[in-house]
């Protein structure tokens, strides 16, 4: 248990409690659990004629104390994808992202630099934005938290939660990690030792050293939230996806909450927003910081449009902000509940995980330069698995891009639409008499599964989009593109002699189905490869206003008996390689005798 000593109004306010419950953290009298309603609907595609639907998706802020690394770049590239998906889908969909930048931390890292915080923050931040949009990053909003709007988000916030009695005065006594921000229950301190050999107390969790702490300060009744907190995951079994996070943030709700410090002396953080009326103090890095997804739907002002459809994405290391603190404070501020959190695992390099900290960290900008901006976001979103840490490798990234987008998607594409196999560059005229409905002509019993399982690949794809499991998604495109590949190289379009019209019909159709096949891939892979899927849709000749998820609904129209749009165009003029195959770099011994060209290690 956290130990809290409070000032003599706090604690008889707590015997109180104690004397009216028998025990702390249930108390009712006050601040009954607030009723939580049932959040979620399913999705679902918006029709035609029907009015927009609004969708805000968001990152974390990240934390300026050093530059962006490969998780960092995850967590945006996840999130990208899921607003992407979502304009294809017709939502009006708002994306965030941004630095947070107050905090001991960053104050410590710009005295250490010798920079002014808010120059060093500055810096650091455009490297983020610089980052984010060398990815390909779609945010419509990139927020500082040194921002005047949000200042004025966080004030107007914490004077609703002061002014309804959720934060009190009172003096905090327990553990505290700078690193992380955090307060600890002695629970989660463990003993360590320093780079120099001494004990020190370390936070299990993160590793991170922590102090004993002792100030006044302002305190939130986060014991108050416990109850209407189970209630809410209990009766919304999706707000925190993948399940395993879900029951894990129920088990720590099995503990009893204890108040939380929700500031400190302003003599020893001075680099953050003053709590209101009392100029003494800062207002906590990690309330401040949450309260960011409200100012970018614009609270105080107007914000209902956007914050009735919040879904945050959050690395594990930040579960407890957003699966308790964050509802608890939204709870006491009366403000409805994020629809969805999701969780995802950790890139480890060489089974640890990559952080600032431990400076074991690759560089995206590098990885782009090698891979490009699309063979990195395929590599993290085709083998980011949201359930467990994932070990990082440029060899994997060079294995998997070459042999599912250089290979299989390129070569795809290629046979498709090479002038020895397609003369007229054109999108070729299918034949039901080769590839009747019912078996017959010269399809096999193969090729109807291929046509079977693309037509129901959209269905797979959305399912998969909307519980953020990319992978799984891009594990089934990527099995249909082997599928598509194996109808070529089974029917060889290249041996048929297209001066007979029955060949010609047949290898027509080939191609045809081939290129039905592909324009659904490129429309599907929107989201993770944007470039990538904009080669193929232009080479294939479909217009921007034919990629929407609508029009994966007319897969083969003609194999249906229905009218092919796309029958007879022209081909796009773009022929180059889809994806260029990368060279595997043959490892050199650098001077320490480590692998050059994998993790960088720098100093944290
Ligand atoms: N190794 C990682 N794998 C996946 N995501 C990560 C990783 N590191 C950071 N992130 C993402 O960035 C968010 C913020 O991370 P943070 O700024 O604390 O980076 P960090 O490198 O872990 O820093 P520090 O070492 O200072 O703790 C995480 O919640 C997560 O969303």
Not at 30 to 38: A, E, I, M, N
Not at 542 to 550: G, I, K, L, P, Y
């Amino acid at each position: 248990m956290m130990m809290i000593s409070q000032g003599s109004v706090v604690q008889s306010r707590i015997l109180l409690r104690v004397l009216k419950h028998g025990r702390l953290g249930e108390r009712t009298d006050l601040h009954p659990p607030l009723p939580v309603k049932r959040l979620h609907t399913d999705p679902v595609v918006r029709r035609r004629g029907e009015p927009r639907r609004s969708h805000y998706i968001s990152t974390p802020i990240f934390y300026v104390n050093a530059s962006p690394h490969l998780g960092h770049v995850y967590s945006a590239v996840t999130a990208d994808c899921l607003h992407r998906y979502k304009l294809l889908q017709g939502f009006d969909s708002k994306f965030s992202t941004g630095t947070d930048e107050h905090g001991l931390k960053i104050q410590q890292a710009a005295s250490a630099a010798g920079k002014e915080p808010l120059s060093f923050c500055t810096e650091v931040s455009h490297r983020f934005r610089d980052t984010f949009r060398s990815c390909n990053i779609a945010y419509t909003d990139f927020i500082r938290t040194t921002e005047d709007r949000h200042r004025h988000a966080v004030e107007h916030f914490w004077t609703k939660l002061f002014d309804k009695g959720f934060i009190y005065e009172g003096i905090y006594e327990g553990w505290y990690s700078t690193p992380d921000e955090s307060f600890l229950t002695p629970n989660q301190v463990t003993n360590g030792t320093d780079s120099m050999g001494r004990e020190i107390k370390i936070s299990t969790e993160s590793g991170h050293k922590v102090e004993w702490m002792k100030e006044h300060n302002y305190l939130f009744r986060l014991s108050d939230f416990r109850t209407s907190l189970q209630e809410w995951l209990r009766s919304n079994p999706k707000a925190i996806q993948p399940k395993k996070f879900h029951h894990l943030v129920l088990q720590w709700l099995e503990s009893e909450l204890p108040d939380l410090s929700v500031s400190r002396q302003r003599s020893r953080l001075q680099w953050g927003i003053p709590v209101p009326g009392d100029p003494e103090q800062t207002i906590y890095v990690w309330l401040d910081a949450l309260v960011n997804y409200l100012t970018v739907a614009g609270y105080p002002e107007k914000y209902s449009e956007w914050w009735n459809v919040v879904h945050h994405v959050v690395g594990k290391d930040i579960l407890k902000f957003h699966a308790i603190y964050w509802p608890a404070f939204l709870l006491a501020a009366e403000l409805p509940l994020p629809q969805a959190i999701y969780v995802h695992s950790h890139w480890t390099a060489q089974g640890k995980k990559m952080s600032k900290s431990l400076g074991n960290v690759v560089d995206p900008l590098e990885s782009l330069k090698r891979f490009t901006m699309d063979g990195l976001r395929y590599f993290l979103l085709r083998q980011g698995v949201p359930d467990m840490d994932c070990d990082y490798d440029d060899d994997k990234v060079v294995k998997l891009c070459n042999s599912e987008l250089a290979d299989s998607l390129g070569g795809l594409l290629n046979r498709c639409t090479a002038p020895s196999l397609n003369p007229e560059q054109v999108y070729p005229l299918f034949c039901n008499i080769s590839f009747p409905k019912v078996c017959g002509g010269r399809a096999v019993s193969e090729d109807y599964k291929l046509v079977e399982a693309v037509s129901r690949l959209p269905v797979l794809v959305k399912q998969n989009f909307d519980n953020l499991h990319m992978y799984k998604a891009l594990e089934a495109i990527s099995a249909c593109v082997r599928l598509t590949n194996s109808f070529v190289q089974r029917h060889t379009p290249w041996k048929l002699d297209c001066t007979e019209t029955e060949d010609k019909l047949w290898h027509d159709t080939i191609l045809h189905v081939s290129m039905e096949c592909l324009r659904i891939y490129g429309v599907l892979l929107q989201p993770v490869v944007p470039a990538i899927a904009d080669k193929i849709l232009s080479r294939l000749g479909v217009t921007s206003a034919e990629r929407n998820w609508d029009n994966t609904h007319d897969f083969l129209s003609k194999f249906e008996g229905r009218h092919c749009p796309y029958e007879g165009r022209v081909l796009g003029p773009d022929t180059g390689v889809l994806y260029r195959r990368i060279e595997r770099n043959i490892p050199k011994q650098n001077a320490e005798g480590g692998q050059k060209g994998k993790i960088k290690q720098v100093s944290p």
